[in-house]
């Protein structure tokens, strides 16, 4: 099979930030408590941080962690985790029906997040709480003031301000399930005032307000006019929140559901772009894609949980290589959309639906894992247009899917990275590049292949990238992700 790739200086898409590599430690399952934070562990740290998640988790490049959820921000008190460890109280966490130690809170993230060098997203809670909270929250992160929160910031050990950019106001507010849920119009208008109050505080900050919790809600769209209506001057982002769910049309189908991801911006963006207009305003709104991943594989298992455990273990996803590609062709997506998805936060971390597992030995990278990687460590610089031709297959949702997906990145003026995905299950891609004047040689190609779409990494065995030698020619192996550089 051969396909052919297009892409020229001539038609940038737009400058990719490196926060859409982002992620979620929410406060659930074993996220925190025996994945970040698990003080009995031999491979613990002086803090109790397990020093190889942090290891994994710097591999990953993560450049900004979202905290501390999720559904959990809703009914969380962030107070209840700070000061003395054994002065804490332990209490439910409504969302998740578990227990909750506050054993690990907010310092504490801020510290973990200091030893991975990311940068803190913190989300608060308007669910259960409001705009007093909110400042309160954002009084004891960023301000230098002799004032209440911040000297209890201070007599926790935290003489200087952490200066928090960005402030997620709420979690999925549109969904049914979310404690504290509200109507587009209570929302937008406890957002508008949350924001100002905010704002007054700290002008410095970065506000991303809730869109829809999926793209299948009933209140999709309306929900995003009637929220940007009452808030759209007083924020930065709008959120963006998708997962895939069992492949039960089949893998050649779940391979596809990048498409998705790709329609579902696209709307997002004309939502913005509809109440910039209504508002006169000039300026754009930007999207924060705070929650995507694959989940489905613990459903089963989490369907007979029982509640009000401790850091049960709770969306303990194992992911397989069909998995791999799709979360692949999304980060693809992302890096197609790199114009308007300025934030993006695979969802999660650690043990919950997650790249990363812990046992007791040590992590087990999961097969998702190396493309999340691929894309931190290569694309950086300006997304181009990319015109990919090949052959295509049909599915009943997407109708004609190409099995090749791909997007360039110019990294500056002499470096271009071309990700690529051949879906086909059982043929080679033989790839033709034309990149501007054609004077440009290959450097190097990393190939991530496995013949089984089911496998699953384990500590015995797991799929490993390989650099291959292209002879001249590129061949994307089937049913491949693949990163391939080039200088010109
Ligand atoms: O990531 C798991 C959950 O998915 C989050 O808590 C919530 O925001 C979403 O529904």
């Keep these: 099979m051969q396909g052919k790739l297009y892409a020229t200086d001539l038609f940038p898409i737009g400058q990719i930030d490196h926060r859409i590599n982002s992620s979620l430690a929410e406060h659930m399952g074993r996220s925190i408590y025996g994945g970040i934070y698990d003080p009995d562990s031999p491979l613990a740290d002086d803090a109790g941080l397990r020093k190889d998640v942090m290891a994994a988790v710097k591999e990953l490049n993560v450049p900004l962690v979202r905290y501390p959820g999720g559904n959990f921000v809703s009914s969380y008190h962030w107070e209840d985790g700070i000061g003395p460890r054994d002065q804490r109280q332990q209490k439910v966490d409504l969302a998740w029906k578990s227990v909750e130690s506050n054993q690990f809170g907010l310092d504490d993230f801020m510290d973990w997040t200091t030893k991975v060098d990311a940068e803190a ?11 007093e909270d909110a400042c309160n929250l954002l009084e004891y992160c960023n301000l230098d003031t002799d004032t209440y929160w911040a000297n209890k910031r201070r007599e926790n050990g935290h003489s200087e301000p952490y200066h928090v950019k960005f402030w997620c106001l709420g979690n999925e507010m549109d969904a049914p399930w979310q404690i504290g849920h509200k109507t587009a119009h209570e929302y937008g208008q406890l957002v508008n005032e949350t924001a100002k109050a905010m704002r007054s505080l700290d002008p410095s900050i970065k506000i991303v307000v809730c869109g829809s919790s999926n793209e299948h809600t009933p209140t999709f769209g309306k929900w995003e006019t009637t929220v940007l209506d ?14 895939y769910e069992l492949p039960s049309q089949g893998t050649m189908h779940h391979v596809a559901k990048a498409i998705r991801m ?4 696209n709307s997002v963006v004309a939502l913005c772009d509809a109440a910039k207009a209504t508002k006169k305003s000039a300026k754009t709104l930007n999207i924060s894609f705070d929650e995507w991943n694959v989940w489905y594989h ?3 298992h989490d369907a007979h949980l029982k509640p009000w455990q401790q850091a049960p273990h709770q969306l303990e996803d194992v992911y397989n290589f069909e998995d791999a590609l799709l979360v692949g062709s999304s980060l693809i997506t992302l890096l197609k959309h790199a114009d308007r998805v300025k934030i993006a936060c695979f969802a999660q971390l650690v043990n919950v639906i997650a790249p990363i597992l812990t ?9 998702i894992f190396t493309p999340l990687r691929d894309v931190s460590q290569y694309a950086h610089g300006t997304a181009l247009r990319t015109s990919a031709q090949s052959p295509t297959y049909q599915v009943p949702e997407f109708g004609d899917v190409p099995y090749l997906d791909a997007v360039t990145v110019k990294n500056d003026a002499h470096h271009y990275t071309i990700f690529a995905v051949n879906r086909h299950q059982t043929e080679a891609l033989n790839l033709i590049v034309k990149l501007n004047d054609d004077r440009y040689q290959e450097t190097s190609h990393l190939s991530y292949s496995c013949s089984d779409p089911e496998f699953k990494n384990s500590a015995d065995q797991a799929v490993r990238e390989e650099n291959i030698q292209d ?4 061949i994307l192996k089937p049913f491949s992700w693949n990163v391939i550089t080039f200088t010109v």
């Design 262 to 265: 790709d329609q579902f911006i």
């Design 359 to 367: 046992t007791k030995e040590g992590v087990l990278k999961q097969t």
């Design 471 to 474: 002879a001249g020619q590129i």
């Design 121 to 131: 997203m913190i989300a608060v809670n308007l669910g259960t709480r409001g705009i």
């Design 230 to 243: 009452e808030c759209y001057d007083n924020v930065d982002y709008l959120s963006m929140h998708q997962y």
């Design 298 to 300: 613990s459903n089963e």
